[in-house]
């Protein structure tokens, strides 16, 4: 659990409270409908307050501040965990389908994928699930004859999707159910679950739960998942241009001294990661590295807390501005001792629509050739709200000559993107 310490009267914004199902809360103040500050075992932050059930509200208040009896507070709070409404309502439009089906790296890397495997394709039974406007599944049927496709998709572009399996002349192939993967019903098991799951920081949304349990109830023994594994990777790098833009401004912008913005300037704009960021390979400080690795037939929802280690040897001197990670993933070929596909999203390869993600320091940090920047990184799954996700990073710099003082910083941030991310970051250094 990773807090956030101040006054809700001083200056530094966005300090959030994290908790988990069953901790008590000492509410302190009502700042808004939405928003209460709260104390938990000493520590306090904003938090939502929609995240507090109505059976424990009341014994809540009473601790803290006396409760505004103008307000009706018997309006159901409980709330869908999975806020499906939010997340398969932007799936809904065309915006997101446009940007996905735009990006000719992910499209062309599932095409490739199946026209590879169009012999031993030929009379299975495949199931793509979340499949949106049914690209993969068209591609399925026009280029590996299978038996038959089980295009899966919970959000109202299903029905979208029926008409352009017609249009495209695949409806004695491919059929379409609308729903949710846990409340499936096909005709009978499947030989290969094929899916685009991944979100930013691979994790991001965690459609891959609903791709697991699809997975343990509808494919037979034996059977292929694609893509077969994932890597997140990761890297320490420069950000100069992006630093320059948000922090250099203020030095002497139209001749006037606005650096006092500067700290208000590095809690707004570094407090939080940077979604659709496009890494230089120039700016990589070291070689990149996988902190976490999947095994998408062996992976189980339980193992989705998942914990990895790096350590990087910097090759060139330069300014240590944060961290930027990015996912790849395999398709294993369904024949022995062929060419295993692979997906990369990462700065040395055709940009993708998930882009990087970047995370950046309060301040830049000189690194010389031959230092060490090792660490840890965690992704912990919030126990009540599914498509939340804490990324923790801990991480040291050494050098074989000396070691500095250790300073430390917390940031906590939630984000909010047709669904919610809680997002904490340590930064340590040494």
Known sequence: MCMSVSDPSCSLQYVYLSFRAGDRLLVHTKTSA????????????YVPSSYLKQDVEDSYLKQGVEEDTSEDTSEDTSEDPWQDEEYFGSYGTLRLQLEMLS??????????????????????VVMDLGCGTGVISLFCARLAQPKAVYAVEASSIAEHTETLVRQNGCEEV????????????????????????????????????????????????????????????????QALD????????????????FTALQSLAQSEFFSRPRFSHLLQPEDCLATPCDVITLDMLTLHVTDLELRGQFTFIVEKAGTFHGFTSWFRVQFQSLERDKTTLELDTGPYSEPTHWKQTLFML?????????ETVSGIILLHRNPVWRRHMTVTIQWSISSTEETGNCKSKVWTHLLIQGFFIILTIFYIVE
């Not at 590879?116 to 030929?122: G, K, Q, W």
């Not at 630093?243 to 912008?253: A, K, L, N, V």
């Open 242 to 257: 992006y630093y320059t833009e948000r922090m250099g401004f203020w030095e002497q912008p139209y001749g006037l001294d």
């Open 34 to 45: 939405d928003w209460w500050w709260a104390e938990l075992g000493g520590l306090c932050g």
């Open 362 to 370: 309060d301040g830049p940090i000189s690194l010389l050739g031959g």
């Open 103 to 124: 990006d000719r790296a992910r499209t062309e890397a599932y095409r490739q994928v199946i026209l590879a495997n169009s012999a031993p394709l030929r009379g299975k």
């Open 174 to 237: 491919v059929t379409v159910f609308q729903g949710r993967a846990e409340e499936l019903e096909l005709p009978g098991r499947v030989d290969i679950l094929i899916s685009e799951w991944m979100g930013n920081c691979l994790l991001f949304e965690f459609m891959v739960e609903s791709v697991l349990q699809a997975r343990d109830r509808w494919l037979r023994e034996g059977g292929m998942m694609w893509p077969s594994g994932a890597s997140l990777c990761l890297v320490p790098c």
